[in-house]
């Protein structure tokens, strides 16, 4: 999603201890640190684990082990504990404290327990070695073989009762590295569309040197960290993709999410905040608890929930050459069981009260050095310390944002430009996620990228959505359910001192930043003309469908294709987050040509790139982390240097959605989400996120740079329009079976 902006021309400097026989100390001492850090995880899920329960085991499962044990050995006269205690009182005196038949009844607890953890642990290795197993992401859609069927068989009866949100994390299996000579040949397909025979030849020559000279000596460190850290990629990702960016993360990182499209349950602002807020608390309490249901694929496949961790009392926190992912523990527990009402009568005091202070989209360097040099210490330290430990930040916003049918296009690319970057003031770019609020009740959030991806603060949303006009509701007046509270006490402002000094950084910066929301060209278009219903008629992918119909549209607005970024989610293996589908293919660009003969061809070829990366076998995940260690070992790669260079002058992402229980569009075909968006991410491409909803409607964001004369975000939402209609005008030779 908004990561590939960072991924343009990623580079960074190292200046390793030293190189001793061929070994870098700065490289070893990073995979230390990884393992290190992952280890530590690790033990606090253990400790959360012994809290909630050892999954897959349950107290009745312990009960009926030890039990069973103590019954068999006490049937047929046998020492529950097989010697363990007449060999341990060689060296205690237990006989003093305990009879015969007490050491019998702890003899068979001690082993009991012991069997009871060695079937769990069975179990859990067990599960771990089916989900190696990625067979079943190539059955066709409807159809599943016997083998398929089952490996899910036993993936459910190794998998137990019951899991809740963390219960698999042992379970998954680790992220393969893949050989250097897959990605290289992959590597080189995905390009081969974008040359000529002279630039191909020429980066065929770089791969195949680095193939054999430097590639299999940085593989060697990768190996290593892969079989020390929970994931060889997500800690390195994290560090240079998101934290050491130095640009502002207004737009170019953040991401947002819209209310829904068609329904507004209220237009009293403190009143919609009221619900939400009570609904992401309810949310939050779930969450503390591991109460969430972890996502499973076909209602069978775990995916790792660990990005789950951060989505409260989490900031980002700038620093002089990198940052960091601040999260808190310490929160106020009474609000978590604070009713709409209540909330609402806070929110009503905000609004009559002065506005505080707001800090906005500082580029990361300059925030860090005004951090330092004028937030450390007094007043201005305990306000920021209020909001980067708060649970998540509320923004009042003072504009009305709304879908109007009447004026469809205009309202919608407002909404969207709101929610990405407001006033540039008026949000708090580097929390987790932003509730905004606009003063006619309609609601959104800006969300922070690099603590988690958007699927993680998409669950949160759905939850919200799906709670608040149909669960907790409102009255005929619009207000939250319940009696107003007159004696509640206000709440208390934040106290700033701002010198003339910290005053020019700001305003500086904040010119920046608002010559960058200006440059942004937002679109959002609800494309209603068919859906994955008839899509799915066509015995196509929807996805495929759509990125093939992208590919068209990007050829008919600039004339030519370029190299495109699909993002893919990798929660499959433990800590995975995402990898790369390079959408544009040899199969998309000869479709253009040929149309219908070769459309399933490019369709398939699509799903087999898609499940590629899915499975850890994509192309740039890896070579990004080969590029890391070349850094650390002080090694220039030409190939790994051309290869992260080039831009990603389309970056697309689909918005999934995850709980289509909590909304019944059959009924209430009203409650669709109207999905999100992203910042352009090359300065002469687009961005373009889409959200399949219910059978008949498809939502697309599309982003790029007003400054840029190769780019038009409404002139392209015409040529995807366009291009969808097209593409389905190839299948209407089989008009009757559509229909």
Same mark, same amino acid.
């Given at each position: 999603?908004?990561?590939?902006?960072?991924?343009?021309?990623?580079?960074?400097?190292?200046?390793?201890?030293?190189?001793?026989?061929?070994?870098?100390?700065?490289?070893?001492?990073?995979?230390?640190?990884?393992?290190?850090?992952?280890?530590?995880?690790?033990?606090?899920?253990?400790?959360?684990?012994?809290?909630?329960?050892?999954?897959?085991?349950?107290?009745?499962?312990?009960?009926?082990?030890?039990?069973?044990?103590?019954?068999?050995?006490?049937?047929?006269?046998?020492?529950?504990?097989?010697?363990?205690?007449?060999?341990?009182?060689?060296?205690?005196?237990?006989?003093?404290?305990?009879?015969?038949?007490?050491?019998?009844?702890?003899?068979?607890?001690?082993?009991?327990?012991?069997?009871?953890?060695?079937?769990?642990?069975?179990?859990?290795?067990?599960?771990?070695?089916?989900?190696?197993?990625?067979?079943?992401?190539?059955?066709?859609?409807?159809?599943?073989?016997?083998?398929?069927?089952?490996?899910?068989?036993?993936?459910?009866?190794?998998?137990?009762?019951?899991?809740?949100?963390?219960?698999?994390?042992?379970?998954?299996?680790?992220?393969?590295?893949?050989?250097?000579?897959?990605?290289?040949?992959?590597?080189?397909?995905?390009?081969?569309?974008?040359?000529?025979?002279?630039?191909?030849?020429?980066?065929?020559?770089?791969?195949?040197?680095?193939?054999?000279?430097?590639?299999?000596?940085?593989?060697?460190?990768?190996?290593?960290?892969?079989?020390?850290?929970?994931?060889?990629?997500?800690?390195?990702?994290?560090?240079?993709?998101?934290?050491?960016?130095?640009?502002?993360?207004?737009?170019?990182?953040?991401?947002?999410?819209?209310?829904?499209?068609?329904?507004?349950?209220?237009?009293?602002?403190?009143?919609?905040?009221?619900?939400?807020?009570?609904?992401?608390?309810?949310?939050?309490?779930?969450?503390?608890?591991?109460?969430? +249901?972890? #996502?499973?694929?076909?209602?069978?496949?775990?995916?790792?929930?660990?990005? $789950?961790? =951060?989505? *409260?009392?989490? /900031?980002?926190?700038?620093?002089?050459?990198?940052?960091?992912?601040?999260?808190?523990?310490?929160?106020?527990?009474?609000?978590?069981?604070?009713?709409?009402?209540?909330?609402?009568?806070?929110?009503?005091?905000?609004?009559?009260?002065?506005?505080?202070?707001?800090?906005?989209?500082?580029?990361?360097?300059?925030?860090?050095?005004?951090?330092?040099?004028?937030?450390?210490?007094?007043?201005?330290?305990?306000?920021?310390?209020?909001?980067?430990?708060?649970?998540?930040?509320?923004?009042?916003?003072?504009?009305?944002?709304?879908?109007?049918?009447?004026?469809?296009? +205009?309202? #919608?690319?407002?909404?969207?430009?709101?929610?990405?970057?407001?006033?540039? $003031?008026? =949000?708090? *770019?580097?929390? /987790?996620?932003?509730?905004?609020?606009?003063?006619?009740?309609?609601?959104?959030?800006?969300?922070?990228?690099?603590?988690?991806?958007?699927?993680?603060?998409?669950?949160?949303?759905?939850?919200?959505?799906?709670?608040?006009?149909?669960?907790?509701?409102?009255?005929?007046?619009?207000?939250?359910?319940?009696?107003?509270?007159?004696?509640?006490?206000?709440?208390?402002?934040?106290?700033?001192?701002?010198?003339?000094?910290?005053?020019?950084?700001?305003?500086?910066?904040?010119?920046?930043?608002?010559?960058?929301?200006?440059?942004?060209?937002?679109?959002?278009?609800?494309?209603?003309?068919?859906?994955?219903?008839?899509?799915?008629?066509?015995?196509?992918?929807?996805?495929?469908?759509?990125?093939?119909?992208?590919?068209?549209?990007?050829?008919?607005?600039?004339?030519?294709?370029?190299?495109?970024?699909?993002?893919?989610?990798?929660?499959?293996?433990?800590?995975?987050?995402?990898?790369?589908?390079?959408?544009?293919?040899?199969?998309?660009?000869?479709?253009?040509?040929?149309?219908?003969?070769?459309?399933?061809?490019?369709?398939?070829?699509?799903?087999?790139?898609?499940?590629?990366?899915?499975?850890?076998?994509?192309?740039?995940?890896?070579?990004?982390?080969?590029?890391?260690?070349?850094?650390?070992?002080?090694?220039?790669?030409?190939?790994?240097?051309?290869?992260?260079?080039?831009?990603?002058?389309?970056?697309?992402?689909?918005?999934?959605?995850?709980?289509?229980?909590?909304?019944?569009?059959?009924?209430?075909?009203?409650?669709?989400?109207?999905?999100?968006?992203?910042?352009?991410?090359?300065?002469?491409?687009?961005?373009?996120?889409?959200?399949?909803?219910?059978?008949?409607?498809?939502?697309?964001?599309?982003?790029?740079?007003?400054?840029?004369?190769?780019?038009?975000?409404?002139?392209?939402?015409?040529?995807?329009?366009?291009?969808?209609?097209?593409?389905?005008?190839?299948?209407?030779?089989?008009?009757?079976?559509?229909?």
């Amino acid at each position: 999603m908004a990561e590939a902006h960072q991924a343009v021309a990623f580079q960074f400097t190292v200046t390793p201890d030293g190189i001793d026989l061929q070994l870098c100390h700065e490289a070893l001492r990073q995979i230390y640190l990884s393992g290190l850090h992952s280890w530590k995880k690790r033990f606090i899920r253990f400790k959360n684990g012994v809290m909630t329960g050892v999954y897959p085991g349950s107290p009745a499962g312990f009960m009926v082990v030890v039990v069973s044990y103590m019954s068999y050995n006490r049937y047929n006269q046998l020492d529950p504990s097989r010697g363990i205690l007449t060999k341990l009182g060689e060296y205690l005196p237990i006989s003093r404290y305990m009879s015969t038949d007490s050491q019998k009844v702890v003899g068979g607890v001690l082993v009991g327990t012991g069997l009871w953890v060695t079937i769990i642990m069975i179990m859990r290795n067990v599960l771990k070695g089916l989900l190696t197993w990625h067979g079943w992401m190539a059955q066709r859609h409807g159809s599943v073989s016997y083998t398929t069927r089952l490996w899910m068989i036993f993936v459910r009866i190794f998998s137990g009762r019951k899991p809740m949100l963390y219960s698999f994390q042992n379970s998954l299996p680790r992220l393969p590295v893949p050989a250097v000579k897959d990605t290289c040949r992959r590597y080189l397909e995905s390009v081969r569309p974008l040359m000529d025979d002279e630039q191909f030849e020429r980066m065929e020559g770089l791969a195949k040197d680095f193939e054999k000279n430097l590639g299999p000596r940085l593989q060697w460190y990768l190996k290593l960290k892969s079989w020390w850290a929970s994931n060889y990629v997500s800690d390195w990702w994290e560090e240079y993709i998101y934290l050491r960016g130095r640009s502002p993360i207004m737009v170019n990182s953040n991401y947002y999410a819209m209310d829904f499209l068609y329904v507004f349950p209220t237009s009293i602002q403190a009143a919609r905040a009221g619900n939400a807020i009570h609904a992401i608390m309810l949310y939050r309490r779930k969450l503390d608890r591991a109460q969430i +249901k972890p #996502l499973m694929l076909l209602h069978t496949i775990p995916m790792c929930s660990s990005q $789950y961790e =951060r989505m *409260f009392n989490t /900031s980002r926190v700038p620093g002089l050459d990198t940052g960091r992912v601040f999260s808190s523990t310490t929160f106020t527990t009474h609000f978590n069981s604070l009713k709409s009402d209540l909330i609402k009568t806070c929110i009503y005091y905000f609004l009559c009260s002065h506005n505080s202070f707001f800090f906005g989209a500082l580029d990361r360097t300059p925030w860090a050095k005004a951090r330092e040099l004028y937030f450390g210490r007094g007043k201005n330290k305990q306000s920021l310390d209020a909001i980067e430990k708060a649970a998540f930040f509320v923004t009042l916003d003072d504009t009305e944002q709304r879908y109007d049918t009447n004026n469809p296009v +205009k309202s #919608l690319d407002s909404y969207a430009k709101s929610l990405l970057h407001g006033h540039c $003031y008026d =949000r708090w *770019f580097d929390k /987790s996620f932003n509730l905004i609020v606009f003063k006619n009740g309609t609601m959104g959030l800006n969300a922070e990228h690099s603590w988690a991806d958007a699927p993680i603060i998409g669950h949160l949303w759905e939850h919200v959505l799906s709670m608040d006009p149909i669960k907790l509701g409102y009255d005929e007046d619009g207000h939250c359910h319940g009696a107003p509270h007159q004696n509640l006490p206000g709440p208390q402002r934040l106290q700033w001192e701002i010198s003339s000094e910290c005053q020019e950084v700001i305003e500086s910066s904040l010119t920046v930043a608002k010559n960058l929301a200006d440059d942004v060209d937002c679109h959002s278009i609800p494309f209603s003309t068919f859906g994955k219903g008839l899509i799915k008629k066509c015995r196509t992918s929807p996805d495929a469908f759509i990125q093939i119909a992208l590919q068209l549209a990007h050829f008919r607005d600039k004339g030519k294709f370029c190299l495109t970024y699909e993002a893919s989610m990798t929660r499959l293996f433990r800590e995975g987050r995402t990898e790369t589908v390079r959408s544009c293919t040899n199969e998309t660009c000869a479709f253009r040509e040929e149309r219908m003969k070769l459309f399933k061809v490019a369709a398939e070829k699509h799903q087999v790139m898609y499940r590629l990366a899915m499975t850890g076998q994509g192309i740039d995940r890896h070579l990004f982390c080969l590029y890391v260690v070349s850094k650390y070992l002080g090694e220039d790669s030409a190939f790994l240097k051309e290869v992260l260079s080039d831009p990603w002058r389309l970056s697309t992402s689909q918005t999934p959605l995850q709980q289509v229980e909590l909304f019944d569009l059959i009924k209430h075909p009203e409650y669709v989400s109207s999905g999100g968006g992203f910042g352009p991410v090359a300065d002469d491409g687009y961005g373009v996120s889409y959200i399949i909803v219910g059978e008949n409607l498809i939502n697309f964001h599309i982003s790029s740079k007003h400054s840029s004369p190769e780019t038009d975000s409404h002139r392209f939402g015409g040529h995807i329009q366009q291009a969808m209609m097209d593409i389905l005008d190839l299948f209407q030779f089989e008009k009757e079976n559509l229909k």
